[in-house]
């Protein structure tokens, strides 16, 4: 099992630009596949962007592709998520989460592909 621990969110006017953070620990973080997903009020959660385990393929949700960017350090046991032009609707609680198997080829984009979650930091944007 790992842990994963995610900060940087906070308030922030619309078009503005947050860094959120996610530190791992308790396994090998430079193997594993990982995601954010975010989840508003009365919604259900939803894939925002991944990476895989080298840190050579992502993919983004379209609400956010052209604006937000995922990145990894594997050498810090930490993955970022760059949030830029940001919009109200994009308002909700952030969570980090890592893949059940290491090396995986493809990049999961659903949560029940992921086995350890964050306790997840709230990003409010102002209109």
């Known amino acids: 099992q790992v842990q994963l621990v995610e900060s940087g969110g906070g308030l922030v006017q619309a078009g503005g630009s947050l860094r959120l953070s996610c530190t791992a620990s308790?396994?090998?973080?430079?193997?594993?596949?990982m995601g954010w997903f975010r989840q508003a009020p009365g919604k259900e959660r939803q894939f925002v962007a991944a990476i895989n385990w080298s840190g050579g393929k992502t993919v983004y949700a379209d609400s956010v592709k052209g604006r937000f960017t995922i990145s990894r350090d594997n050498a810090k046991d930490t993955v970022y998520l760059q949030m830029n032009s940001l919009k109200p609707e994009d308002t909700a609680v952030y969570y980090c989460?890592?893949?059940?198997?290491?090396?995986?080829?493809?990049?999961?984009?659903?949560?029940?592909?992921?086995?350890?979650w964050g306790q997840g930091t709230q990003v409010t944007v102002s209109s």
């Open positions: 308790g396994r090998t973080f430079s193997t594993y596949g």
């Open positions: 989460a890592a893949e059940f198997r290491p090396y995986t080829i493809v990049i999961h984009t659903t949560a029940a592909d992921f086995g350890s």
